[in-house]
């Protein structure tokens, strides 16, 4: 008999310790998982690393590729939405085999020619292609783990992203100064059919998919509720996750577009190091990822309240990380405010397994695919904003640093009005009981 997923990360099981342990195979789905965000992760922060060179090859103003950045956000949310609710009848195993071959696919026009329209279009492309990953990646995950057991794998997943920038940048940043910034894009395709090769090796559904559990506890699967999809949208677990993600959203996609830009041009770093240290905020978040969700998921599986572990914890790194980020625009020493990035952008992200967690049980199995690919598309759709706004408030400032102060200064307050309400929102074992699945 398989257990009743409730919201938040509450399960009737918990506490059975050894008996729901996931086993071998999950976590080399998690690990291939891991390999896949840090390859999609890649893929989106290639435009950061090469935008010194690619402005000054293509003659583009900061507006221009802000723009460039944006555009990869076009179609990023609608095909994620579409291809989750794909997800619903559709093995997530092809469905993301097909989406790295498109990726690679997409790195090769920009490694044969130079022209805005090409890089302009294989970016909306590529945005297209990556939309669906995030959510269909986690939905893969939760398939081999139980619901008051998935925030690690979340934060493991979602660290992929803080793995691609502090370990592949520094990797890239000497393939663009050895070969130049082509080449990088050319190795990025590389990877991302290596990827295709061991996945199907490793890919494969585990027990708690939708199918499984209608072959192995037809029963419960057969009387298992449908929710309608505008009440889990329209509830204030919902709501809040979506609000409070979606400035620290924003920032992650700033940081991907214009951070090694800001090292170099406002902080006075060499290309070098801005490479070696575009990852060094990412390694903060994904040590306070994993940290915190290992901590949340423990909370849970002793009985702990999901609003506390999840929504409060979750709304209260957003406050801080996003406070810090505000610090550092009046700070000076280069340094000092390197380390407060690191700090506050590493304590903000925190938030975002979590969300992803709560998101993932807000609905039945069967529905989960298609309210998490919601969730991230309105979530994503900050993308599509923050890089031209960024862009377009460095073209308006007296000096570029001044335009990055600003930038700063505008996401770190964001951030904190987004984690203060989720922390009045989101509250898992309330809407559980709204939704009748408690």
């Given at each position: 008999m398989s257990t009743k997923q409730l919201p938040g990360g509450i399960s009737p099981t918990v506490g059975t310790g050894s008996?729901?342990?996931?086993?071998?195979?999950?976590?080399?789905?998690?690990?291939?998982?891991?390999?896949?965000?840090?390859?999609?992760?890649?893929?989106?922060?290639?435009?950061?690393?090469?935008?010194?060179?690619?402005?000054?090859?293509?003659?583009?103003?900061?507006?221009?590729?802000?723009?460039?950045?944006?555009?990869?956000?076009?179609?990023?949310?609608?095909?994620g939405v579409i291809v989750s609710f794909l997800a619903n009848r559709v093995s997530s195993r092809w469905i993301l085999l097909v989406l790295v071959f498109v990726w690679s696919l997409c790195q090769l026009p920009i490694v044969v020619t130079s022209s805005l329209t090409v890089l302009l279009i294989s970016r909306i492309v590529l945005g297209a292609a990556e939309g669906p990953s995030n959510g269909l990646a986690t939905h893969s995950a939760y398939t081999w783990f139980t619901s008051e057991r998935r925030g690690l794998p979340s934060s493991l997943i979602t660290s992929g992203s803080s793995i691609a920038k502090f370990v592949m940048a520094p990797v890239m940043t000497l393939v663009i100064v050895g070969f130049g910034w082509r080449a990088a894009f050319l190795s990025l395709a590389v990877l991302g059919f290596a990827w295709c090769v061991i996945w199907l090796f490793v890919g494969k559904e585990g027990p708690y998919s939708a199918s499984k559990q209608a072959v192995d506890d037809s029963?419960?699967?057969?009387?298992?509720?449908?929710?309608?999809?505008?009440?889990?949208?329209?509830?204030?677990?919902?709501?809040?996750?979506?609000?409070?993600?979606?400035?620290?959203?924003?920032?992650?996609?700033?940081?991907?577009?214009?951070l090694p830009s800001y090292f170099e041009t406002a902080l006075g770093f060499s290309p070098v190091?801005?490479?070696?240290?575009?990852?060094?905020?990412?390694?903060?978040?994904?040590?306070?990822?994993?940290?915190?969700?290992?901590?949340?998921?423990?909370?849970?599986?002793?009985?702990?309240?999901?609003?506390?572990?999840?929504?409060?914890?979750?709304?209260?790194?957003?406050?801080?990380?996003?406070?810090?980020?505000?610090?550092?625009?009046?700070?000076?020493?280069?340094?000092?405010?390197?380390?407060?990035?690191?700090?506050?952008?590493?304590i903000s992200m925190c938030c975002m397994p979590l969300m992803y967690a709560v998101i993932g049980s807000m609905a039945p199995t069967r529905q989960r695919a298609g309210v998490l690919g919601v969730f991230l598309a309105v979530q994503n759709s900050?993308?599509?904003?923050?890089?031209?706004?960024?862009?377009?408030?460095?073209?308006?400032?007296?000096?570029?640093?001044?335009g990055y102060n600003n930038i700063f200064l505008l996401c770190g307050a964001l951030v904190v009005i987004g984690g203060i309400v989720m922390v009045l929102l989101v509250n898992p074992e309330r809407d559980a009981r709204r939704l009748g699945m408690a």
């Open positions: 008996a729901h342990r996931a086993p071998l195979r999950a976590w080399l789905v998690v690990a291939a998982l891991v390999l896949f965000m840090v390859v999609n992760w890649a893929d989106r922060s290639i435009l950061g690393l090469t935008a010194k060179p690619i402005m000054a090859e293509l003659g583009l103003t900061p507006a221009q590729f802000g723009f460039i950045g944006s555009a990869f956000f076009f179609l990023f949310s609608i095909s029963e419960e699967s057969a009387s298992e509720t449908k929710v309608p999809l505008h009440r889990i949208l329209l509830c204030g677990t919902f709501l809040g996750a979506v609000i409070g993600t979606f400035p620290q959203y924003g920032l992650i996609t700033v940081v991907m577009t214009w190091q801005a490479g070696t240290f575009f990852g060094l905020p990412s390694f903060g978040a994904m040590l306070a990822m994993i940290g915190g969700s290992y901590v949340t998921d423990r909370v849970l599986a002793r009985g702990g309240s999901a609003r506390v572990a999840r929504g409060v914890v979750g709304g209260a790194a957003l406050i801080i990380g996003g406070g810090l980020v505000v610090v550092l625009t009046m700070v000076r020493s280069p340094y000092l405010v390197l380390g407060l990035f690191v700090l506050g952008y590493g900050a993308g599509i904003i923050a890089p031209a706004v960024a862009g377009a408030l460095i073209s308006a400032s007296p000096d570029e640093a001044t």
